[in-house]
């Protein structure tokens, strides 16, 4: 082996090596300081919608005795309006469905709305749907709303969530601990 | 599709040919860490599960962030330990992709060893999970990112009725039971690894599973002096309530989170699926159609003694040796023709040349070289180049030294060499490719087993040894074959022409055991 080839052959080595090593924390911006975000995420438990019709007496004789109910309620997963306003600007508008096959699971919101660092009027509801003749179960608002400023910073989330009542939206501050 | 898959894989085998000549250059074709790509990702395995033991007993769920940074503050063992494992993680990823690389450009994806082929991906893709769940663990900014990112893609699946996502957005501390699960995951999928690699090398014969001595403590070295001189240190902390700024990303593991942020995660699917369809795809895409298919081997059995040598040469365990049903005593080689890749090894290793590829058996490759002598008529101070068809000697013409082409340097009979010698050339030279860079694994071997060590079916005593030399080229050396040829050719001249003979007779004989392995293996 000569020299010339032990050499190249060391050094082509441990340029590979350091190459290979400084690969695993290779400095990447994943969002520069003008970004920030708006994000929603809460979650909304037994939202169900009854419609009530009294059975005839007809009707409830043909179901098992365990099965009559006078009242003749069915449920169903509520379905909510989400609606979101920067500075008097609708930036979301969506109905929010609730998942599972049977439409039986919690609603949950998780959306992430971008905006530049700076201080905005902020306006999130979340309103059911509610068709003729329909109620939602006890408990649960039918509207859940938060308005009011918002200051960001570069790369800050604001973070609005429910709040420990159940029965309204709240900023958590950015950067705050939960 | 069949045609882009072609252009990939020239281009390929052309770029690796390139790499190869570069690196025997400078390692030799015996160091050559290309070669041993495979061989270094168990290395890679075995360093990773050595070092990760290490650190899984620093390692609290509790405090994943804060357990870490104990781990680089221990200036004894603790930071160095952890770079090493970091920065092995990254060799295992692209040593195995370079031996995929390899394997593609090779055409080593169809027919029996379809089997290695999806078990590999299988491994690279657990491979690769394992290393996301390791970065997750340190819980710093990284792990922030590779989490949310994961969360994001599952979250557009039918799968979950509520988005995992919820569990980053930093309203409440996320749950220990996460790191638990993530814990479980990467310390449970290494003993996926080592199932799959069990399937991934099980139509193997004798897996060749470490690299040479000098290139596996080389290796483990360098990793391990790179960890001591130039440690990873610690991230900030993963801060759920602000967005990832600046972040020291793992290239090897998180080479497409930048671009999968800036789209919808259904692309992010749709690449996925492409890449893995297609790579999946791959061993029928590369499958000749069934008229160009090299057919298996088929054993001739009134030829065939039980001498079981093909039994004990096939690279791929796909020879059986079964009781005789023809009236003769004892056993005979029976091929199982799923198991076959068709490499032609085994026609080399049978003196009565009673087992091959159809058309590619001894007796074939002896009226093959009769042909060949009557349309070159190589001369007594000419050197005839049998060269196997992979490697450097196809393509080129030598000065004075026609080229009879092999299949495989493995497959080709000693009564090859023998005809030619004894039919006067000056020289053969056997061109094969570096051993470890053999597409059919051991056919260089075992060529010079035959040629040097009297393994069956041996060059004859007989035969005079300076008119055959054994010399290696990988496909990009036609260059320093050509100048081998030519040095062989001068010591040729000056020890005088050959002699040829009038009557060539081979004879054919072999070795049968006393105690048969059918015996053994019954
Ligand atoms: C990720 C971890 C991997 C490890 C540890 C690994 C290791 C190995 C080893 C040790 C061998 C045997 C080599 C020999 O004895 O000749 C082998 C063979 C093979 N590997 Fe891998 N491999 C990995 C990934 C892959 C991948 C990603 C592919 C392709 C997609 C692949 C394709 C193959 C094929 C086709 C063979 C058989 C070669 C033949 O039939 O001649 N491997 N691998
Ligand atoms: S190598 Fe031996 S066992 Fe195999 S076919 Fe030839 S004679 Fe039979
Ligand atoms: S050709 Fe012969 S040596 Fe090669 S795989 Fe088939 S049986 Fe085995």
Partial sequence: MNTARVIGGSALAVLLTGALSWTSRVPVTFTEPDQALLRLSWRLTDAVLESCRPPSEEELAKLPVHMRDPRGCTGRGASFVLRVLVDGTEVALDTVRAPGARADRPLTVLRDLPLAPGSYDVDVAFTAILPEGARLSPGVPPEVVWSGPVRLRGRDVALVGLAPSGRALELRRPGTAP | ?522
């Fill in chain 2, 1 to 522: 599709m069949r045609r882009l898959i072609g252009v990939a894989r020239r281009l390929t085998r052309a770029g690796l040919a390139r790499l190869d000549r570069a690196f025997n250059g400078l390692y030799t074709a015996r160091f050559n860490p290309i070669y041993h790509s495979g061989a270094l990702v168990v290395v890679s395995l075995v360093v990773l599960l050595v070092s990760g033991l290490y650190l899984l007993l620093f390692y609290r769920i509790g405090a994943p962030y804060a357990s870490v940074e104990g781990l680089a503050d221990q200036a004894w063992a603790g930071r160095w330990i952890r770079s090493l494992h970091r920065y092995v993680s990254d060799l295992a990823i692209v040593a195995a992709l370079v031996h995929a690389l390899r394997m593609f450009a090779q055409g080593r994806s169809w027919g029996p060893r379809a089997l290695a082929w999806v078990s590999g991906l299988a491994l690279l893709f657990v491979l690769y999970v394992c290393g996301w769940t390791g970065y997750v663990m340190v819980w710093d900014a990284q792990a922030h990112v590779l989490a949310a990112e994961g969360a994001r893609l599952f979250d557009v699946l039918p799968i979950f009725s509520e988005p995992i996502g919820r569990a980053f957005v930093g309203d409440q501390p996320v749950p220990a039971a996460f790191f638990f699960l993530n814990l479980f995951a990467h310390v449970a999928l290494p003993v996926g690894v080592a199932l799959i690699l069990w399937i991934h090398v099980s139509r193997l014969a004798r897996t060749y599973l470490l690299p040479p001595r000098p290139l596996l403590w080389m290796t483990v070295g360098l990793f391990t002096a790179v960890a001591v001189l130039w440690p990873v240190g610690m991230d900030a902390p993963a801060d759920l309530r602000r967005l990832p700024g600046v972040v020291s990303l793992d290239i090897a593991y998180g080479f497409w989170v930048p671009w999968a942020r800036t789209v919808h995660p259904a692309w992010v699917w749709a690449a996925f699926l492409v890449v893995a369809g297609l790579t999946l795809a791959v061993p029928l895409l590369q499958r000749p159609r069934p008229e160009k298919r090299p057919p298996p081997s088929v054993v001739e059995e009134r030829f065939c003694t039980g001498c079981e040598q093909c039994y004990h040469d096939c690279p791929y365990e796909a020879i059986r040796m079964v009781p005789r049903t023809d009236g003769r005593e004892g056993w005979v080689a029976r091929v199982e023709p799923t198991k076959c890749v068709s490499c032609g090894i085994c026609a080399g290793s049978c003196a009565p040349m009673g087992v091959g590829p159809p058309e590619r058996t001894g007796r074939d490759q002896l009226a093959g070289v009769r042909d060949f002598l009557d349309r070159e008529r190589p001369g007594p101070e000419d050197v005839v180049v049998v060269g196997c068809t992979q490697g450097a000697a196809v393509g080129p013409r030598f000065a004075g030294a026609p080229v009879l082409p092999v299949s495989c340097a493995g497959s080709l009979h000693t009564s090859v060499l023998e005809y030619l010698v004894r039919a006067g050339v000056g020289g053969v030279l056997v061109a094969s490719c570096p051993s470890r860079d053999c597409w059919n694994r051991e056919g260089v071997i075992w060529l010079h087993a035959r040629v040097n060590d009297g393994r069956e079916a041996e060059l004859r005593s007989r035969v005079d040894r300076r008119r055959v030399r054994l010399a290696h080229a990988a496909e990009g050396e036609a260059d320093r074959l050509a100048a081998e040829v030519r040095s062989y050719r001068a010591e040729v001249l000056l020890m005088g022409g050959g002699e040829g003979e009038e009557r060539i007779e081979i004879d054919t004989l072999c070795e049968v055991p006393v105690v048969s392995i059918g015996e053994v293996t019954k």
